[in-house]
């Protein structure tokens, strides 16, 4: 099979195409055609240094979320889930592949009126979306300032967000982010590579940080008594690192959802159901073959992609 091996840690230029041999299903397993392979921006740190959370050493085939068409079964499984639409997570290793083969009960079918593309980005970033914006507790008329909000993340999390009612603040860099967010239902933007972007924002209620650094810590300072802030992404290359006790003088909570395997499940299932129901829109905002990862990987890194980056394995 087609595949794309991280031949070391590095720069995208250890993703290098390649063969590999065709996985067969075990006892309770299925056998997927990849149709698309979702990328992450996590995928993009651990190529980089290793670190992370997958566990996987060089050389192995990366890629962590796919979608596809069931093609064949192990024993013990069941034959009627053959030809059916899937999206599976995997462990971090072997998703930049044209099969994959996986328990069975790991896939969630696609469901109808929703494409497999679709399903695809919104697998990861619609299950981290559907997760923070429960864990805020969103009251209707609260205020949410959504970093990183033409991201694949951010832009699903100014949807739903909105969907609960709250007046949505999208920050992210450069005026084509600003219009996407706005698009997406924004009420206000505003750019954060400006100096003193936070000044003109006013309090918020709840802060969504997907970003990080300097950035998280001016959105900090918005929150007032009663604010939550729920950090999930470093995409300036740092975490937050709000001190518990800065938080705690403000009379802000510092949320961290630590969701079990059922409810991880549960946020996929009502990403994909919302997504089929017309009311949740990813942004697949760039592809490329599978055999440009690497140039995947450098456009997710340079800030110049927007919503979500997949890889098209079968034409």
Not at 8 to 34: E, K, N, T
Not at 292 to 301: F, Q, S
Request: proline share 8%; charged share 20%.
């Amino acid at each position: 099979m087609r595949a794309v091996w991280l031949t070391r840690f590095g720069d995208p230029s250890v993703l290098v195409p390649g063969d590999a041999p065709d996985p067969v299903p075990g006892p309770g397993q299925v056998l997927i055609d990849v149709a698309y392979a979702n990328i992450t921006f996590v995928e993009t740190q651990f190529r980089a240094t290793g670190d992370g959370p997958f566990n996987a050493r060089p050389p192995f085939i990366p890629g962590n979320g796919v979608g596809g068409v069931v093609a064949a079964v192990g024993p013990g499984a069941d034959a009627g889930l053959v030809g059916r639409r899937v999206v599976t997570s995997l462990t971090g290793t072997g998703g930049y592949a044209s099969r994959v083969a996986v328990d069975a009960v790991a896939p969630f079918e696609v469901p109808e009126g929703l494409a497999l593309d679709d399903a695809v980005a919104l697998l990861a970033d619609g299950r981290t979306a559907t997760m923070l914006v429960r864990a805020a507790a969103l009251a209707p008329g609260e205020r949410v300032l959504v970093e990183a909000a033409a991201g694949g993340v951010g832009g699903l999390a100014v949807q739903l967000a909105k969907a609960a009612g709250a007046e949505v603040v999208a920050a992210a860099g450069g005026e084509r982010k600003l219009a996407l967010a706005r698009e997406l239902g924004a009420d206000t933007t505003v750019d954060y590579r400006q100096s003193g972007w936070a000044g003109g924002v006013g309090a918020v209620d709840v802060v969504l940080d997907g970003v990080g650094g300097d950035v998280a810590r001016a959105a900090f300072e918005l929150l007032g008594p009663g604010g939550r802030m729920l950090s999930y992404g470093l995409a300036s290359g740092e975490w937050a690192a709000i001190p518990p006790e800065a938080a705690e003088a403000r009379g802000v909570t510092l949320i961290r959802p630590r969701p079990t395997p059922p409810e991880l499940r549960g946020y996929v299932e009502s990403a994909l159901a919302e997504g089929a129901a017309g009311r949740l829109r990813p942004v697949i905002g760039q592809r490329f073959p599978l055999e440009r990862a690497a140039d995947a990987h450098a456009a997710i890194e340079s800030r110049a992609t927007v919503g979500k980056t997949l890889l098209e394995v079968r034409p």
